[in-house]
């Protein structure tokens, strides 16, 4: 048996034994691994120092060649520099020459104006010659031209008093026609014969104010812009019922939130909701002379009970609340709570100012001419 030399390792996972020629071809594996890797980086330093080199020698060429262009550059700048100092040479030479011309210019300048001192001296007299012999000149035409304007004066103001009497006449001729026209607008012709301006003035005024009062008393006009009359003051089928029944009103057309006026002076008597009658928001107002007026089925009150308002006071806005087919107004004017037709009320003015004494008839209207002049063609017997 051939004896071998054993090296036993132990562990904590074990033991293992290795012999002395394995040990040695672990040895020669070790170093020809060692020596390979040697090689390997040589052979990788020496390619690298080949490229620092490579690099090396290309900056260089490149410092070389910057090196030439500066030396050209500096060559082209000193010919410049010599060319600036030749030309600042040939400048220097004739700023000189311009400086002995300029000497020369000034001193030609300090005897110009000597002597245009001495012409402005000469100008100055004959200036002031001038102006004296202008001032007598103009003394005397002043002179000439006041006795000439004081006689235009005179002629200017009696033409000017011709044309204002031409203008009183005028005006006067107007008036005349004017209060004519109102008075027959008044109905006033035949109370107007034989009196003169003054008196027919006096009696138109008084006249107009009296009706004036009455229109402001009385409900007249259209309480809100409409587009036209849904439904007329009488007997008709009510749109929502179905039935046949009286219309104590009228239905004016309008879009909601229409601005709602008073038609007379007036103290607000109900504003707020009807329950029972199906007439929404409603407002009535009440008047001189026992009459009433009712505006239905509105949007918003802008007045409360009590409230004293004015013809043409914004009251209310119109809409469509209570029993309504649509956005409308319901207007009614009443009379001791007796129903009238608004109609001849929203055409009554002061340019038919009898029409609505002979349209209404169920107003006593004669007992209300004893206090105040209704009509002046015939006075109501009623």
């Known amino acids: 048996m051939r004896r071998k030399l054993v090296i036993t390792l132990t562990t904590v996972h074990g033991s293992r034994q290795i012999t002395l020629s394995q040990l040695a071809r672990y040895s020669v594996l070790v170093l020809l691994l060692v020596a390979g890797c040697s090689f390997a980086l040589s052979n990788y330093l020496l390619v690298r120092a080949t490229d620092t080199l490579e690099v090396l020698e290309m900056e260089h060429i490149a410092l070389s060649t910057d090196y030439e262009q500066l030396n050209q550059t500096l060559e082209s700048v000193t010919e410049q520099r ?134 402001n008393m009385i409900p007249n006009g259209s309480p809100a812009q409409f587009t036209r009359v849904n439904s007329d003051f009488g007997q008709r089928v009510h749109p929502v019922t179905k039935k046949r029944a009286m219309h104590r009103g009228v239905d004016l057309k309008m879009v909601k939130g229409t601005p709602v006026y008073a038609t007379a002076d007036g103290i607000v008597e109900t504003a707020g909701t009807d329950t029972k009658g199906g007439f929404g928001k409603i407002i009535r107002i009440q008047h001189s002379f026992g009459f009433r007026t009712y505006y239905a089925h509105l949007n918003k009150l802008l007045v409360s009970p009590g409230e004293y308002v004015v013809k043409g006071q914004q009251i209310a806005e119109s809409g469509n609340t209570g029993r309504s087919t649509g956005p409308h107004l319901h207007y009614e004017v009443r009379q001791l709570w007796t129903a009238l037709d608004p109609a001849p009320f929203m055409s009554w003015s002061l340019e038919n100012y009898d029409q609505l004494f002979t349209q209404v008839e169920e107003v006593n209207w004669g007992s209300l001419g004893k206090q105040y002049p209704l009509r002046t063609a015939t006075t109501a017997s009623r």
Do not use: P
């Open 82 to 215: 010599d060319s600036l100092e030749s030309r600042y040479q040939e400048a220097l030479g004739s700023q000189q020459t311009y400086l002995t011309e300029l000497d020369q210019l000034s001193t030609r300048l300090t005897s110009l104006a000597d002597e245009r001192e001495s012409l402005t001296s000469q100008i100055e007299r004959v200036a002031a010659e001038r102006e004296t012999l202008e001032a007598k000149m103009r003394r005397l035409a002043l002179e000439r031209e006041q006795s000439s304007e004081q006689l235009s004066s005179q002629m200017e103001e009696l033409n000017q008093l011709a044309q204002e009497r031409s203008e009183l006449a005028s005006q006067n001729e107007e008036l005349v026609q004017a209060i004519e026209e109102l008075g027959f607008t008044l109905g006033l012709e035949a109370k107007l014969e034989g009196l003169d301006a003054d008196a027919r003035v006096a009696l138109i005024e008084s006249t107009a104010r009296e009706r004036q009062l009455l229109l």
